[in-house]
């Protein structure tokens, strides 16, 4: 991964969203979208690269790439309506709570599921 040169393609996005007048959002790269369940908000402890599935607390089960997905739709939607970054508050990642303001809704409400 560290041979990726993702600066690189970040710099091609920022670049070609400029070209082509888009805004291009960027999530804090410590935004925990593997770990937040897209149902509850709740964001679980520890969690191996191994664990490819996972069911939280409130019962529903999450494909851990399917759900960063939409973990990471969900901000970066947020992000573009409030016009303000995405990042983790610190003490949030102490106390497993959400570092996304969590509202009556679920954030990927109006997302289709697979």
């Known amino acids: 991964m560290s041979d ?3 600066t690189d393609l970040r710099s091609l996005l920022e670049y070609k969203c400029a070209w082509y007048g888009r805004e ?3 999530i ?3 935004f925990p979208s593997s ?3 897209g149902a509850c908000g709740m ?6 690269l191994n664990v490819r599935e ?3 607390d ?3 089960v999450h494909d851990r790439d399917v759900n960063a997905a939409r973990n990471i739709l969900a901000a970066g939607l947020a992000a573009s309506a409030c016009g303000d970054g995405v990042r983790p508050q610190r003490e949030s990642s102490r106390t497993g709570q959400s570092s996304v303001k969590q509202e009556s809704q679920r954030a990927t409400a109006g997302i289709p599921r697979l």
């Open 4 to 6: 990726a040169a993702w």
């Open 24 to 26: 291009l959002v960027v």
């Open 28 to 30: 804090d790269r410590w």
């Open 35 to 37: 770990k937040l369940c």
């Open 43 to 48: 964001v679980a402890a520890k969690m191996p």
């Open 54 to 56: 996972w069911t939280c």
């Open 58 to 60: 409130c019962g529903a």
